[in-house]
C-alpha cells in the first residue's frame, strides 16, 4: 500500500502525545485511521495498523516520532524531536488524468526541538523543525495548546486541542506547487506555494476498559489560513478520525 508509511505516521503523532500524557512506560496498540486528503480527486483512506509506545525518564517513542529531554526541570521541558511529516502525494491515487500525472510527493522526516509547558490539567507546546531527509530542506513551526478533562468516576479522559502550523515555502511548495516541467505534462497551470499557515482543532476521549488498556478515539479537524491557488487541490481543509486500542505492560 503506496501510503502506509504516512499514515502510519499520521496515527503515531495523534496517538503518541496522548499516550505520553498517561505517563504509560511501555504500550502496545492497533488503530483504525480515516483521512481525507486535500488533494484533487483522490478519495479519503483508512488502514488499521500497529503501534508501540515507550516512555522513559527522558527518551520516548511513540509510533514514529523519537524525543529526548534535555533538561528535568518541571513544569518546563525542553526536548530534542525527531518526526514524521505529514505530507505525502501518490498520483496512482487520482482519478483526474492531470493529477494522476504528477510527480510523487514523497514522505519526509524532521528533526528540530520542543518547548512544552504544563500549568495542572492545562499544556502549551512550540516546536522548530527542519527536514532531515533532503526531500525538500523545509522547516516547519507549531503551537499547541490543550487540556486535559479527567472524569474518574467514568474512567474518562478527554483533551481538546488548538494550534497553528507553519510550514515554509520549501515544504509548503514540495507537497503542494507545480513545476513548469508538470506543468508541460499535464496542462496544469504552473504554481509556486508560498509559506503557509494552518489551524487545527481535535478532541481526543481516552477510555479506561481495565487497569492495563484504554480505548482512544482522536479526531482532528485542519484548515489553511489563506487560499491554496494549486490546481492539484481542490479543498483547503483535512481531517483525520482515529479509533484504537492499546494496553500498558
Do not use: C
Not at 3 to 20: C, D, H, P, Q, Y
Not at 59 to 76: C, D, T, V
Not at 136 to 155: E, K, P
Amino acid at each position: 500500500m503506496k501510503s502506509m508509511t504516512l499514515w502510519t505516521a499520521v496515527a503515531m503523532i495523534i496517538t503518541g502525545k496522548f499516550i505520553a500524557a498517561q505517563a504509560a512506560e511501555r504500550e502496545l496498540g492497533i488503530g483504525m485511521i480515516h483521512y481525507a486528503t486535500p488533494y484533487k480527486s483522490v478519495t479519503s483512506e483508512q488502514f488499521v495498523l500497529p503501534w508501540f509506545s515507550y516512555q522513559g525518564d527522558r527518551f520516548s517513542i511513540h509510533g514514529l516520532e523519537a524525543a529526548y529531554q534535555l533538561n528535568k526541570n518541571q513544569p518546563i521541558r525542553l526536548s530534542a524531536r525527531l518526526a514524521p511529516a505529514a505530507g505525502y502525494f501518490d498520483p496512482k491515487k487520482a482519478s483526474d488524468p492531470a493529477i494522476s500525472a504528477l510527480d510523487k510527493r514523497r514522505f519526509s522526516y524532521l528533526a528540530g526541538i520542543e518547548l512544552a509547558y504544563q500549568y495542572g490539567d492545562y499544556h502549551t507546546k512550540a516546536s522548530l523543525m527542519t527536514d532531515i531527509t533532503g526531500t525538500h530542506h523545509g522547516m516547519t513551526s507549531a503551537v499547541t495548546v490543550g487540556r486535559a478533562i479527567q472524569w474518574d468516576t467514568l474512567g474518562l479522559v478527554v483533551v481538546p486541542e488548538l494550534s497553528v502550523h507553519y510550514w515554509d515555502s520549501k515544504i509548503g511548495n514540495y507537497y503542494f506547487g507545480i513545476s513548469e516541467a508538470e506543468s508541460d505534462r499535464t496542462g496544469l497551470r504552473h504554481y509556486q506555494a508560498k509559506g503557509r499557515f494552518r489551524a487545527q482543532s481535535g478532541i481526543t476521549l481516552i477510555k479506561a476498559t481495565s487497569t492495563n488498556s484504554k480505548l482512544i478515539v482522536s479526531s482532528q479537524f485542519a484548515r489553511f489560513i489563506g487560499e491554496h491557488r494549486s490546481e492539484m487541490v481542490d479543498s483547503q481543509s483535512f481531517y483525520t478520525l482515529v479509533a484504537g486500542w492499546a494496553y500498558t505492560f
